[in-house]
């Protein structure tokens, strides 16, 4: 344990391993939209050596993400709801792997047990304050203390502590094997040429979800008046079940049902679609790192934190945001019971934004 972390900032100190061999751990469990604002990290490794060994820990869901990347040499999966077992299996997996440098990007304290077990002697962690559980006393050093923003931006600060300028070129690589991309094409195909657009009916929190009716009701304006194809993208959790249930019953264009568990198969529909509509949940920001226009529901959460970044902001419904208040990426706390202001209506007028300026 570190009870005094030195404090790294954007003069550094730069901490990348030298010499050969280097092997750098990026501790990054859950959940699926914070692997993806994880991956510029592992890319910004390769840019600066190609040659280094980049292994990351995630839990089994998020792993999914990093399957095919080219900038993640290995992938640790760690099972955190399991308890001492799942520790134990965890140790034994990363037996063999000894670090030079980890870069632990979450908050909680299971974050802790990947990062000790990467045999790592300097362990960089996020800002004291934005962490819980005292997780910042098993760090060698954190990042500087600032306002809540943005969480890709706060990712993008880990630069610091490998050298790399703050405003370089931001990239996430989302990789397709052969297979994934001839079944996105084979289920494309069938379309015809006829665009698609992906409704993302739920998200881990039910206080994110919109209405399911809403979903129903934008279905079938998606399909009359700008004649597109509906696609019902969630988990396999039972509330989004039911959820999709109800936009099945409910609309008359027949959208077609995509759940699954399957999070690789999310991924590559979310890539053949036009257009993606989704709450505060990872196939949204699946979306925005495939450069997909996506359309965000926001009322619980902040968008400005957690909703698309730097693109595709002119899309996002804001219901979080007071009438007459500025975008404030540092609010941080939910607002509840505020998602049945997002009207259908306010949708489709996005819709359009989405039409004329991503054609």
Known sequence: MSLRPR????????????GPQRRVCIV????????????????????LDPDVEVTWVAEAAPAQVLAHHPAVDRIVVFD?????RGVRALHAAMADDRAQLTLNVQRYFKSVWPTLFSGAPVRVGLPPSK?????????THVLREGPWKHSQDLFLDFRWALGVPRDAPVRWDVTFSPQETAERDAFFGGYRGRPVVSLVVGSAN???DWPPERYARLADALASDFGLGVLLLGGPSRRERRAADVVLRLASSRPVDCLG?????????????????APDTGPL????????????????????????????????????????????????????DRMDRITVDDVLAKVEVARSRYP
């Open 7 to 18: 404090v790294v900032s954007p003069e550094g100190p730069i901490l990348l391993p030298a």
């Open 28 to 47: 990054l469990l859950s959940g699926i939209g914070d692997v993806v604002h994880g991956l510029p990290l592992a890319l910004d490794l390769k840019d």
């Open 80 to 84: 955190s709801r399991s308890g001492l």
């Open 131 to 139: 962490t819980r559980d005292g997780v910042r006393f098993f760090h």
């Open 206 to 208: 039910p206080k994110k």
């Open 261 to 277: 568990d399957s999070v690789r198969r999310l991924m590559w529909l979310v890539a053949g679609s036009r257009l993606v509509v």
């Open 285 to 336: 920001h699946i979306a925005h790192a495939l450069d997909v226009p996506v359309i965000g529901l926001f009322a619980h959460t902040n968008p400005w934190r957690v909703g698309p970044w730097r693109r595709y902001t002119d899309l996002v419904v804001d219901r979080y945001t007071e009438p007459g208040d500025a975008r404030d990426a540092s609010a941080y706390l939910p607002k509840d």
